[in-house]
DNA sequence: ATCTATAACTTGCATTTTGCAATTTAAATG
DNA sequence: CATTTAAATTGCAAAATGCAAGTTATAGAT
């Protein structure tokens, strides 16, 4: 909890020092957009630094949001998944989502997914 | 549009460039709470730094998400509400909110507002 | 009239975070 | 061996935040 002695117990304040921040929630959505791969999530076009995107990993990993799995035996190759915490952002990721195509012109999902995994997951 | 040459077309990315920040969250929250006066937000148990408040203000009026009214004679004395717009924020605020009520502990809302106004906006 | 209190900022400056680009690391491949 | 690839790390500048003091414009008291 950021800021330990400034204690809210507010529960919008206490999600926020979580994944209040727009690097965090873009990446949380590439996620659930499928991506696992560092160079995936470096190919988004948001132009994400490559510092930013370590470190918003490493603090989701922290913060058991997502866990990482090598795949490949070169030991610093992971992907990275969301776990079930992780995965319960996704009302938080779809609410964000329908406002944005209510409100902002000019913007439009595509390439719509499979029912499924993801399901309840935001769309971009 | 922050980032203009690294335009995204994703309803995501373009709403958290306008909110996606936590202070501007936190205001929100505030305001959908029926806090309308400064020194109200200043009051929050976050504590906001004052030039942060004002910034965001500011840019919440300018992106039509809050309208300010005077409250007294006193030229710069202003209170602060919702726009529609601003109020379609209410299920983002909600979705944080219910997240945090399950996964983050210590969190808890407390004075229950009454239905009616702000009835579908977030409780703290 | 002056002085004090109040509310809403603004300002100055230190600290932290972000953004950019280069570099490093550890593996696979030719 | 050298080269390529993927995943970082690093160095540094720019931007944002945080803290505290200061300013401004009013109301109210003296």
Redesign the interface.
């Known amino acids: 909890m950021q ?1 330990s002695d ?13 994944i ?3 690097w965090t ?2 990446v949380l ?1 590439d996620l659930f957009l499928g991506k696992t791969r560092y160079d995936e999530f470096l190919g ?4 994400i630094s490559t510092n930013i995107l370590a470190d918003r990993l490493r603090r989701l990993e922290t913060m058991g949001m997502i866990e990482k799995t090598p795949y490949s035996s070169h030991r610093r190759r992971m992907q990275y998944s969301l776990t079930e ?1 992780g995965r ?2 996704g ?14 012109s ?5 390439r719509q997914r499979p029912p499924g995994r993801n399901e309840r997951g ?1 769309q ?1």
């Not at 988004?44 to 132009?47: A, I, M, N």
């Not at 000019?106 to 595509?110: I, Q, V």
Request: proline content about 6%.
């Open positions: 800021g400034r204690r809210s117990n507010c529960p919008i304040a206490c999600t926020l020092d979580l209040g921040d727009r929630l873009l959505r988004s076009s948001e132009g915490r319960s952002l009302p938080v990721l779809r609410a964000i989502r329908d406002w944005g195509l209510d409100n902002v000019g913007t439009e999902t595509f935001p971009a």
